[in-house]
């Protein structure tokens, strides 16, 4: 069950609790008889007692409904967040698996068999882009057959 049911079950309890008490109260003059035993038991203290529950009671409800109040903003908060999660999952692209490649021009065999170059396969099925430039060792060979 989820923690929003758990309070909302816990405040439906509460007002049927003190629904009840208000109408058993009216019906048996409760708080009548709540004073007459105060009178009677003087050292118990029982109208503090009651009072003391009454707003107990109050505190609970009131605290029930601050809960379901964050439980629903914390809600929000992990929607927004799956949401935008989702957004960042569908623009990633990944590269998984074996990736048949030959050794000597380096082309890359893709799904459907055909041989792509290795910038052209990799810009597909990710989003990486390439910049080309030559390494010293190539920039003297080229250099040298100049």
């Not at 809600?75 to 957004?87: C, P, S, W």
């Amino acid at each position: 069950m989820a923690e929003y049911e758990k309070t909302t079950l816990d405040i439906i309890v509460t007002l049927i609790i003190v629904t009840l008490a208000f109408l058993l109260s009216g019906r048996f003059d409760v708080l009548e008889q709540i004073v007459d035993l105060s009178r009677q038991y003087e050292a118990y203290e029982l109208d503090e007692v009651f009072s003391a529950s009454v707003v107990l009671a109050c505190c609970m409800l009131v605290f029930a409904f601050r809960r379901i109040k964050e439980i629903n903003n914390t809600k929000n908060i992990i929607a927004n967040k799956n949401q935008e999660l989702l957004k960042v999952l569908e623009e990633i692209k990944t590269l998984r698996g074996i990736i048949p490649i030959c050794s000597y021009c380096k082309k890359i065999r893709d799904e459907k068999g055909a041989w792509d170059q290795m910038e052209t396969y990799i810009q597909t099925h990710s989003l990486a882009s390439f910049s080309h430039g030559l390494c010293p060792e190539c920039f003297e060979k080229q250099m040298g057959k100049i």
